[in-house]
């Protein structure tokens, strides 16, 4: 074996004494969970002693994937003893693993594996790579470099971390490497019919109507930029996050908001771009936060006025631009045309 | 270059002299479109005289394949020449390039690439192999064997094959190979992102409003195990054939229809199965066709006429396997256990 420096660096935590917690990220997404399944199965190949946790629990549609039932869920089985050794995985920052930071003292050597572009490097060793698809992917290379067994866990585990943060390979982080990466999982046994029927094909019959409800009030608005639409606490679901994505669908739409209502005169907003305008800063301006093509935030009011504030800020934004609706539009189509070029 | 037999009658094929008539099947998907423009590329590089046609017209929204207008529709541009040479991509059977049949006489040269189960090798090259993803996946096979230059035009040609006839990677036909050829193609300056935008994310308001209707139109039988959602002829758009989807996408249902009015008393029908239950026995009763997992008809009655034959025939198959719904519903998850045992 080769290595270089941060994979000896791993191959020595890996051989040190001392038991490993392994976790993820609150609020767990697949690249958290995969990730979490897929580094337990290296723990396993080491022979060391470990506990797999995460503060909260994962929701079911990941059941499928080997190894889901070993995760501890911190929520309702909390862990209070000091661990020598901490492996955290996609968590761009110590905090985001919640009450298992209960676990670590000035003692604990902490590992962070990690693709996120905010990543504050608290870790004794960090593999952190921002430009690469998922931190399933970092773990997939890391398994090259120290020639572990890719066993169904691990491989199932990658799969799922690369296909749910790429977004069906749809985002603009679809690399080669996921793909190639996914390629070579499905030849070691991943089907990825089943891993994607479970994870996009499994909803509830109250998601579609209450999906159905919202679509029937779904507006357009600025000459067709924008989709605004909205659901009620009658019509609420837990799985209505995707929601957003079909209003930022339709054809000339490049801005969408989607506005779930919390309590009486009192919504959450969803906010996606699929334009050079950043959806974050108008989150932040309201109080929340996010990322530049997806954001949230809550407001005060009636709907009516929630939709107003929302369309407001969305035309401010796109004056900014100082661009056509026509220009705003091609920024969806720029990459093909540098192919040509 | 080292050749087997088949692609040196290929190379022999495109080194003869004689202008290239290549074709694909009416009713055109993405594999017939992005596999003809792939060839075409081919043809470019060989650089002989060809021309490119489908008797029909062509999706727009797969306007963004470089050579997309170099495709002649037979339909409204006919053609009557006889050619020395037709090339025939992804249509298991001659009638089904419909009139271009008219530009081929006894002297005509036929070749056949294709990946139908039930091709009908009416070639006198036959390059069929039905075990493959798509007939995008046989002309990368071949460009590779050929050691053509991977262009924009067969790269995105070759990506829509595959993605479009694989389902976002989501059929079982979704191999290996198919995710290893498309990473290797956004190695070669395809934007997964964009072709996926266009695709699968380039919808109209009228279709998500008659999205929305339908599903208000839901309603579950059989234990959950059958979904069936109607479209009548004032919300009817014609972007509606994904529709059927959304109802076979809820957990517990394994069998869907979608009923559509194509005039009084006349509707059309379209059937989906994911579990064993061949649905195109139920078609073909109905005076229908098509695959084990989707296939259509058409029926006279009224939309309760209709739906309650649907239901009649979903039951009939339903007791056919002799098998419980929660028995039907495992065979969803059959491949993951294999990978455990």
Known sequence: MVMDKLTAELYSFLNTTGKVLAVSHQSPDGDAIGSLLAFGGILEQYEIDYVLAIDDSCPSKYDFIPGYDKIRNLKSDPLTTIFPKLAVLDAGSISRIGSAQACIDSNTRILNIDHHFASDFYGHINIVDTEICATAAIIYDLCQKLEIDITPQIAYGLYVGILTDTGRFRYSNTSSKALNICGSLVSKGVNPSLVTERL???????????????????????????????????????DSENFVDFGLSIEGVVLGAFITEIEENHYKISLRSRCSIDVSDIARRLGGGGHQKASGCTYKGTLEETRARVIDEFTLEIQKTGLTPRELLSQQYQKINAVYS
């Open 200 to 238: 996009f094909f499994n909803t509830s019959a109250d998601a579609l109507s209450s999906l159905s409800w919202s679509l029937s009030n779904m507006l357009l608005y600025c000459d067709g930029l924008v989709s605004i639409i909205s659901l009620d606490r009658e019509h609420f679901v837990k």
